[in-house]
C-alpha cells in the first residue's frame, strides 16, 4: 500500500514537471502565435455556424450578422499575422512540433467555412447588397491568410526545412479553397443568381 501511494506521487511529480518542462520549451513569441491561432479556430467555428443557419429569410440583418462575426475573425487574422511574424530567434524543434499542432487542425476548419460559403451563394445573392459584402469580406480574409501563413512558411524554411511539405500543402488547400470560394462570388450579378 506504501508502495503504490508512493509510485502514485512519484507519477504526479514527473507530470507536473514534464507539463512545466513542456511549457517552458515554448517561448512567449511563439505561445502567443499559437494562441491567436487558436483564437482563429474559434472564431471560424462561430463565422461557419452563422453562415450554415442563414436562409434568404434571415434577410439582410442575417448577412450583416454573418459579416460581422468575419471582421471578428478577420481582427483574428491580423493580429496573428502581427504576432506571428514577430516571432524571432530560434525556433526550437518543440516549438515547431508545438505550432504545427496547433495549426493542422484549422486548415479542415478553414477549407469547410469556405466550402459553406460557396453552398450558400444562392442564399445570400437572394438578399439587396449582400453580395458585394461578401466579396469584399472574401478578399480581405484571403489576404489576411497569405501574410499570416507566409510567416509561418517562413520561420519553417528557415530554420525548419522538414517542416515545409507539411506546411506547402496546407498553403496549397487553402489557396485552393479561396480561389474556389473567391471566383464564384466573381463575374456574377446577382440577378443572374438568386
Known amino acids: ?9 512519484a507519477i504526479c511529480v514527473l507530470s507536473v514537471n514534464a507539463a512545466s518542462l513542456t511549457k517552458r520549451a515554448v517561448s512567449d513569441q511563439v505561445q502567443l502565435c499559437r494562441n491567436d491561432i487558436d483564437a482563429i479556430s474559434s472564431q471560424i467555428n462561430v463565422v461557419t455556424n452563422s453562415l450554415g443557419a442563414f436562409l434568404r429569410a434571415s434577410g439582410y440583418p442575417g448577412a450583416l450578422d454573418i459579416h460581422n462575426k468575419e471582421q471578428v475573425l478577420e481582427a483574428a487574422l491580423k493580429k496573428a499575422g502581427v504576432d506571428c511574424c ?3 530567434g530560434k525556433v526550437t ?4 512540433d508545438a505550432m504545427l499542432a496547433t495549426v493542422t487542425p484549422v486548415i479542415p476548419q478553414a477549407t469547410a467555412a469556405l466550402s ?3 453552398e450558400k451563394k444562392p442564399e445570400i445573392y437572394a438578399i439587396l447588397l449582400a453580395p458585394p ?12 491568410t497569405v501574410i499570416l501563413y507566409t510567416c509561418i512558411h517562413d520561420i519553417g524554411s528557415e530554420q525548419h526545412p522538414t517542416y515545409i ?14 480561389a474556389i470560394s473567391r471566383a464564384a462570388y466573381e463575374n456574377t450579378t446577382q440577378s443572374g443568381t438568386a
Open 165 to 178: 511539405p507539411t506546411i506547402n500543402n496546407f498553403i496549397s488547400q487553402l489557396d485552393s479553397s479561396f
Open 133 to 144: 459584402i461578401a466579396k469584399t469580406d472574401l478578399k480581405n480574409l484571403n489576404n489576411q
Open 1 to 9: 500500500m506504501r508502495f503504490d501511494s508512493l509510485f502514485a506521487t
Open 93 to 96: 524543434n518543440e516549438e515547431a
Open 86 to 88: 514577430a516571432v524571432t
Open 116 to 118: 459553406l460559403i460557396v
